[in-house]
């Protein structure tokens, strides 16, 4: 069965109960981004074995395993990129990608990310999310020779203009081979990536595949 | 040989020759890119082999065969993105990747890119460039499941502002598994497209390493 | 009677109550736009005929029979974009047009679309709501040959700058026919819409005229 | 034969030569926006009864009548609006609408409007074309109950950002009935008028399609 | 005495109270803008004679006579920009100018304006207050001969980006003697118009100093 | 006979000739901004006395006396605001105002503008016209009482923006009494001072009246 | 033992407790900025000789002398400057340098300042806070001939953008000798002030050094 | 002698001159800047002793010998960064200060930067110029702990919007000890350079004072 995704932010709890009751009774796996903790709590009521994660605001309810294959390095430059970080991860694990996770390797303390790099060469794919300057997508790419997608967070103040200067600065830089998504979109970070990670480790089970329904 | 590509454009004669002799002694592949053509007569006065192409406005001098392999397919709106477009074709093929063209697909006329969906399918990687509203990087993408690089161009008038409105069409896109790069950075889309070609296909010989050096 | 809108965002209770007493006691249909659940309830005390849409956030108060007549279809490419959408449908129903919706046929999924084509056709007019990249009115207006009104919502998030994404993607549209209303501004797109209706169809009764108030 | 049309902005003059002898070849009325005077000299030499509007900046290659019926009212602000205003009237006459001109008739002089303002509400459709502050549209929408294209033009200078300024002035016009195009965009103000009014005039022989080729 | 005016915006109840005290036994009349009716009543313990206005968000405390001479006409487009015109007329009025209020006269009904407008000619300055479009003042600047400042209000949505789409419009007159003032501002508004009017009737008791302490 | 003023920018030799035969011929004093040379030159030819200053780049045929009353102080801060300040001065000139020119007296050095503060402060109206962070005129409206008139110029380079960064600063100003005109916009600066400085020096013969044509 | 620093906004808690309690184990001074009222109270449970500043939202705990030496003015143009100065003055102290506050020395009353020049420019560095237009720190420079580090607070309305007006000022300042730092970033003026004062008076026993982990 | 500086690029030959002379009349070493080689060349045949640097469009006219102190160390991230850079080279030289230049040590490869960080570590102030993302100041900041001066540079397309990227990505740093200056202002980064090596040199013959004069 294919997985499913949808984006909960604009919906209301009758149309997400609907929306996984179809799902569910079709026998797929649901990928929910976006989800307060108060629809949480309004499918679990209905639905039991709903799963939640606050941080990454994402709700998931599996009705089949999912293997994970290959490998996907996650890097964050602070603590305040987490969130964003961490919808990237599970959706790219919901995709069926193994993610290794290297927060708090901004480029202020560049000798934490040079410690991690041989490391993360072994990836197939790597997110690079930062805010405020976002200059650790290009440091990275300039290390590595693997794609490298930046993912611009809104974390920052003053000139961050939430998160456009990140954006800026990673559609700007001079290192090759990074591309970019739309700030704070943790989970297009993770389904390119893990869309990537699946082709290279030429597994198709779980991957990615268009939904046409993510709005 | 790991092959050498540089900027041409701030870069005056002489540091050009001197660049292109150094690469040259070390028997590497040469790409030039965002070269004038009288960049090009200077230094074809020196090495009579260095080829131009005026649309792409790039300088190739080859040591060594290419051997091109995967396919990336090349989508273009309008007949004003091609130059754009061209860039991100060579650059591709210089790093070893097959290249195939769809110029002028652009959503205006969708029956000319439904008709040839089921061709750029086939492809590792998609690379879609459109200038003004840009909204075909998203179109494809809902239709595909491989990786799409959006190309803004700056193609277009008025509230264009010179490709930014296509910059923003393309990283707002609800449709999954695009990732964008910098407007008119042909460049970086080929290389970005030929670096996940590469490793899909499993060729390393040509595979895209970071220069370290694109400035 | 010539029917009376006006905008309830700004104005207190006691300003609205004597707008509407003004309206009722000359016979007109009343239409309040952008009023909030608890300007309604002060309003229903004093007129108990009074109706709201939670959705479109619109009061209406009818004396007359509207008849509809003509065809606009209203097409919108995500459940976030209803609100904005249902506003339109409501005014242009007001002004004695027929509405047919299309909801939910955004481009990520481009077949939805395709599949409804034929049907959008045979309006007079098309309201293409959208928000995020916004590119629903460009396909539309490349595949119809009636007008099309973009109407772009702010939801989004990132980059989508509060629907000026969207309003870029439509005002930058190489599809001809297009013309744009301001972000969100449902009514106007609504009125727009039916005035041409109006003028196609020949009839003149409900007309929207100019009402020299909205403000 | 359905007329066709085509920007010329971007393409060399082999491109030209081509897409017109294959539009004269199959009887078409060929329209040309945003020609150089240099792309009509190369063109005559081969199609020697092909014109050019150099206000306009617009090639004609006429082998079809062209009966022009019902009204298009075509206002502008000043006399730098008149350039794009003229690429608007002339489309709307390839397309089969008649054009009545009311220039020079800005807001800083309101009774030279307010002299005109009956003629003008005889019109099916109104355009409006204004630079600099852009007021224009709202007083008329304000004065008519007709369909008002507005028509924002990079004339002025500072804060007028090449049309910006225009361009949101319309867009948040308090006056009910205005739909607006991109900045300059002559051609599908034109365009849009015309097909507005080919409906309401129920002529179809003329009326605008879609070419799915204006790129 | 010469009178006292300041910010309340960022200033503890506390600071408030020190300021007033210090004015009020320099025997000053006191204006304080933007002031909370939290503060109001906060003061209101202390000094009882202290006049609150609501919609304008201004303290007064006066002390001594304001005779009001000359002639300010201040003029409105809607009614949501009735506070910040407000603001306007109590600053002008404390700093003796007499003031005539023309509210709601905005362009979407040109004729409520040209009714009144031989009134307005005959002030010795004219403030017109908008948002939205902001069209109003360069209307009005068309119709006199007298010193019109213009003041944008943050009224409207979408597009109207918080006042700045009518801080444009106003910038961008084409009509003449407009000078402008910065969104919402109506304090600098009326004390500038006030000034004007001071010297224009030649009176210099209440006359608008440099208090050097606006902040 | 009322002095005639219009913009030539954007007009050609024969529309301009065309304007000044007919004011010429009503016995009208006339002025022309924004002039090139060429234009000067073509004029020259039919129209003997007409002058041109070319700092300013403004044009003038007076056919009758202009008396100059009262007094306009015109600030710059540097040599480069020069052009747009002459622009203002021989507008006011040209007006009925005198005007005493207080050129470099930027914020750099303040103790070159406090030298000169008390002559200043003897004027009717100031016009403080400065690029780059446009700072001179808040420091102005600080040391005086009388209208400050602020022109911003597009000075600067980088982050000045042209203009913007100047007309920010300007706009904000916590100094009261400032009001703003457009970036550049000498001739409003001027022409806005002139009215003013009439209605206080009670001369109406040459006041600045509504033209209704500066467009 | 080094001083330690972090950002306390974006961290819940848990966080701040495990990084307060590793400072404290390794006998370093602490400061956390950003802080809110409520993790000051979850940590005091804890940490019983925390301090916290309201104003500034700095937390401190130290556990060695600091000794003050050289001289930073800080100088600030209104009242509601004074939150960020304060984050500024806190952190130069914290780092070893003696802090003169020179608070309301706006240029809307440029003799405030003037009168206290001698003393500022005693100072080995300056820092000048300022929103609104923010053209202290550019009167200053005109004034001082140490080093000036320009602090935009985001303090004003309308068309400061939140500070981006200011911001904006100071990086256009003809005046020379001024370098700037973000938006209310009050933390990296103390900072960089300290370091540079630090270096001129040879102190080196808490001159602020790189910590790597500001984020 | 104190020596002497102006900004060339808005003066006429005249104006130059006239200031040249002046200069070198009262025995001071004069430094232009932003000077054009035709501007040079009128000046060389008064002034024979004049030097010119084209890299950095910079004119010198020394009359007394400079002893230069201290070390700044220059770094920038590529071949387009230069000409910048050597504006700041040469006016801290000017100014007194040694400068060690340190080019083409961008991220890409951010090793080049590595091996040279002990050398760069020496000085007593480090400029960091950098365009396209601009990411240098940040990482260099993170290594060093002496004062860092970021230079951001318009080199760069399509979304570094002539520098604008660069300095969003400075001003946003979350390294320490960073502070910023405008947009390819190599001359106020040299300046202010200058004038901390020169403190913490204690060297005060030629440290930079306000000229009072840069406009």
Chains 1, 2, 3, 4, 5, 6, 7, 8 share one sequence.
Do not use: W
């Not at 679990?44 to 709700?59: C, G, M, P």
């Not at 991860?89 to 708090?104: C, I, M, Q």
Request: net charge negative; proline share 2%; glycine share 10%.
């Amino acid at each position: 069965m294919h997985p499913k995704l949808f984006f909960c932010e604009c919906k209301t709890d009758e149309q997400l109960i609907k929306i996984f009751k179809t799902c569910i009774e079709s026998g797929q796996n649901v990928l929910g981004t976006r989800a307060s903790i108060m629809q949480y709590q309004a499918l679990k009521v209905i639905f039991k074995d709903i799963q939640y994660n606050e941080t990454a605001k994402i709700l998931t309810f599996l009705q089949n395993d999912i293997e994970q294959v290959g490998e996907i390095a996650l890097c964050t430059g602070g603590t305040g990129d987490i969130p964003v970080a961490e919808e990237a991860a599970l959706t790219a694990e919901f995709y069926g990608s193994k993610v290794k996770r290297y927060y708090d390797v901004g480029i202020a303390g560049i000798h934490r990310l040079l410690d991690k790099i041989d490391d993360i060469k072994q990836a197939n794919v790597i997110i690079a999310a930062a805010g405020m300057e976002g200059a650790l997508a290009g440091i990275i790419a300039g290390l590595v020779d693997k794609p490298v997608i930046a993912l611009p967070t809104s974390v920052g103040y003053g000139a961050s203009f939430q998160g456009l200067s990140a954006l800026l600065t990673m559609l700007n830089s001079c290192a090759e081979g990074i591309t970019v998504v739309n700030i704070d979109n943790g989970y297009n970070a993770g389904y390119s990536a893990a869309r990537i990670n699946a082709m290279i480790t030429s597994v198709t089970a779980n991957r990615p595949r268009a939904n046409g329904c993510y709005a």
